[in-house]
């Protein structure tokens, strides 16, 4: 599986959420991106306004199933002012609902991995 992230969210996190859905998939770098790859692009935006404003992300997951995608964001104050914790949230959140459009999964724990 390919993954494109831009923001300031880990690619392990990432990884994590992926395999909620997509079991035993792996990341090689430098995959080259054929028809019929399997790629997550994730966008997490308003990471640089401090404790205030909002963190969006955005998820897309294209591949042999289709293309679907999952929308989230909050205020960075839901989450007392941690910019960290408010981005991997909406970051999960997305993912999530991308990849219950793509795969019809939906894991009964949330965003919760580990």
Known sequence: ???DIKG????????????IFFPGVKFPENEPE????LKAEVRVSGTDAGTDGDISADVVIRGPGGICS???SRPVTAFDGDRDLAEKAVCGE?????????????PPWGILTG
Do not use: D, W
Request: hydrophobic fraction near 45%; charged fraction near 15%; charge should be positive.
């Open 1 to 3: 599986m390919i993954l």
């Open 8 to 19: 300031k969210i880990k690619p392990y996190y990432v990884q994590t959420l992926a395999m």
């Open 34 to 37: 054929e028809a019929g790859t």
């Open 70 to 72: 999952g929308h989230a």
């Open 94 to 106: 997305a993912f999530i609902k991308a990849g219950r459009e793509y795969t019809g999964i939906t």
